[in-house]
């Protein structure tokens, strides 16, 4: 049996995975090391799929094994994992829409890939947005919509940062079924991503890493 | 003598079909009266041109015209969503001001809203609308899940209607609850035993579950009748509605409401024969769905949104293996049966072109959204009539000359010796109806084949 978790996972080969994570808890690892190389198998998996030798489903799976990883190994860290964030970034479908599957790969995108995303979930009001901007001091916001009504809820939101005198210290990203660069420009926001990657990237432009 | 229709080639039959469409008729079988002959010139010329534009055997006179809204003609006539699913008649009439307004060649009727009361008498979960989880200005939308569980492929199998009744439907719908203490249909056989079956029915939630039906039955009624003498009234205004009815890609099935997103995508990995045997199994349902609706309506054009095909929802392999191949099944079943299915790329779906061109020619019409027309038009446009693709953002956002020069475009590249209608991409509740309006002016001004 193949020992290389991080190959494995990017294989997504969910059985050998999870076997080799078993071996390694009975060993005695450090449970840190065993998440830190699932961690990288995924990052391998958002990688081929930038290079579209993946698409979501092999996302959507590997991020299913992934939470297994998660769920196996966490009875056994002794303190809470202090992962290095690369920064943070606050996620959310616009109000009035609420839909979720778009929105829930980009968070689990940029979670694999270093950052610590505030997931704010759907229909989002405006307001919520802001103060978690105050709250977390965050530098980068992803608004998420699928519906034409969204263009509107997302130059709302825009506004409502602007507003609140928090528009220069934050880069705002727009995604989802509809949207365009025209959109972009209509809203406000400062770019457009067609897909999970794109967020990353865009993330990793604005805050490092 | 005439041909039966058992005995019709599909060519033969997707002719008579568009015949019939070319003389009308009163639900009671007589003639539709028409308004005026003008009304009557311009619903022949629509159909006549749609025809053209489908079959790929001639140039029609010019480019036809759609307008594909979801929720536009009310939002338009000032009125919010939840207002249009609850007021039938505003709603038929909105969507009578809003022909009236853009004059397409083509219109798919004023049924979008659908009628609230009947789903609040049914307490559908599957979705959330206006008053029910949504704001009243905005469209409903659907709540993803997991309707039916990774371990109940085989209930699936074994009896699909059973797995519906009693698994599915009181799962999405909260008044049906009764349906799960009910026996297959199947057990009624003879004599010795047959009351058995029948005494579920004689318990209070299954008695329930059956006066939400009979009300939900009624108001259902109530509304096609407003929807019908709506599309009789366009018609004899000279606007037809040609939509026949709706069915899906196996795949969309399994994947959208009873599976979800992510589990579909975990069974391709983890039971993927299953999976297969499934979509195999409600093919034939899917293609029956779409006859059906056909025969009741007395229109061809079978709806076929596609949602999980799209570039990046699967790789080549997978949709080559999971979605294509039952999709096609689906469509030729309509074919042979004398429809025209009526597919709508969502999304991009640059990838699968060479692979979706694969169809009889003629015999299909597809809207486009954000797939490149030109692309289009090589490949899936050689074989099939392509409708779009005006986008969303454009309608909504861009200028009157915006549209009129992406119109340009279109019908001088996807319009090149028929085989195009123009319309919208995707489906949309908000535009800037002067943006609507130059995308039919400017068709008609412009798209004459010359």
């Known amino acids: 049996m193949a020992k290389d978790l991080v190959n494995t996972l990017a294989d997504l080969k969910e059985k050998e995975a999870l076997g080799i994570v078993q071996e390694r808890l009975s060993a005695g690892e450090d449970p840190l090391r065993i998440l830190d190389d699932a961690r990288r198998g995924v990052e391998i998996v958002g990688k081929r799929f930038s290079d579209e030798e993946y698409f979501i489903p092999d996302l959507v799976y590997s991020g299913e094994i992934l939470k297994q990883i998660t769920d196996m190994v966490k009875p056994k860290l002794t303190k809470a994992a202090e992962v290095k964030r690369l920064g943070k970034v606050i996620v959310g479908t616009v109000a009035g829409d609420i839909h979720d599957i778009g929105k829930d790969i980009v968070v689990f995108m940029l979670d694999v890939n270093g950052f610590e995303v505030f997931d704010l979930g759907i229909d989002v009001p405006v307001q919520k947005f802001v103060d978690k901007i105050k709250e977390t001091g965050s530098g980068v916001v992803g608004l998420s919509g699928f519906l034409t009504l969204a263009f509107q809820s997302m130059k709302d939101t825009v506004g409502a940062i602007e507003k609140a005198g928090l528009r220069n210290e934050v880069k705002i990203m727009i995604g989802g079924g509809q949207i365009d660069d025209q959109v972009r420009s209509f809203t406000g926001a400062d770019a457009y991503g067609k897909d999970a990657m794109d967020a990353v990237k865009l993330a990793k432009g604005w805050i490092g890493g | 003598m005439e041909k039966k229709w058992q005995e019709m080639t599909a060519d033969e039959k997707q002719e008579a079909q568009f015949q019939k469409l070319l003389s009308p008729k009163l639900p009671d079988g007589k003639d539709l009266p028409f308004q005026s002959p003008e009304a009557e010139a311009n619903y022949k010329a629509a159909i006549t041109r749609i025809k053209d534009a489908i079959q790929l055997k001639k140039t029609p006179d010019r480019v036809p015209v759609t307008i594909l809204p979801s929720m536009f003609p009310f939002t338009h006539a000032g009125m919010t969503v939840q207002e249009a699913m609850y007021d039938y008649d505003r709603c038929a009439l909105a969507f009578k001001k809003f022909i009236l307004e853009f004059k397409p060649d083509m219109h798919i009727g004023a049924a979008a809203p659908g009628p609230g009361k009947f789903f609040e008498i049914l307490d559908y979960k599957l979705y959330s609308w206006p008053g029910h989880g949504v704001a009243p200005e905005h469209s409903y939308q659907c709540n993803e899940g997991e309707y039916m569980k990774a371990e109940e492929y085989d209930l699936l199998l074994m009896d699909p209607s059973f797995f519906f009744r009693n698994f599915y439907l009181p799962r999405v719908f909260g008044a049906l609850q009764g349906f ?271």
């Open chain 2, 180 to 450: 799960q203490m009910l026996p297959p249909l199947t057990g009624i056989l003879e004599m010795y035993g047959v009351a058995f079956n029948f005494i579920p029915y004689a318990l209070p939630p299954v008695q329930a579950t059956y006066k939400a039906l009979f009300e939900a039955g009624a108001e259902a009624l109530k509304w096609a009748m407003v929807m019908g003498g709506s599309n009789g009234e366009l018609a004899s205004l000279g606007f037809p509605n040609i939509l026949g009815g709706f069915t899906k890609a196996p795949f969309d099935t399994i994947g959208d409401t009873l599976r979800g997103t992510k589990g579909i995508i975990m069974d391709m990995y983890r039971q993927p024969d299953k999976l297969l045997q499934a979509l195999e199994a409600i093919t034939p349902i899917m293609i029956g769905m779409g006859l059906g609706a056909a025969q009741q309506t007395g229109n061809p054009l079978i709806f076929i949104p596609l949602h999980k095909g799209a570039d990046s929802f699967l790789s080549d392999a997978q949709f080559k293996k999971f979605y294509w191949p039952t999709l096609k099944q689906v469509m030729l079943g309509l074919i042979e049966g004398g429809c025209i299915p009526f597919p709508a790329l969502e999304g991009h779906w640059g990838s699968r072109l060479k692979v979706i061109q694969d169809i009889p020619k003629g015999k299909t019409v597809w809207m486009v959204d954000q797939t490149d027309m030109v692309k289009a038009k090589e490949t899936l446009g050689k074989n099939a009539c392509l409708i779009g693709n005006v986008s969303s953002s454009m309608l909504n956002l861009g200028t009157p000359d915006d549209v009129k020069a992406y119109c340009k475009k279109l019908i001088d590249t996807a319009g090149k010796g028929g085989g195009f209608i123009m319309g919208n991409g995707a489906f949309f509740d908000e535009a800037k109806p002067e943006n609507v309006k130059a995308m039919s002016d400017f068709t008609k001004e412009y798209g004459v084949y010359k």
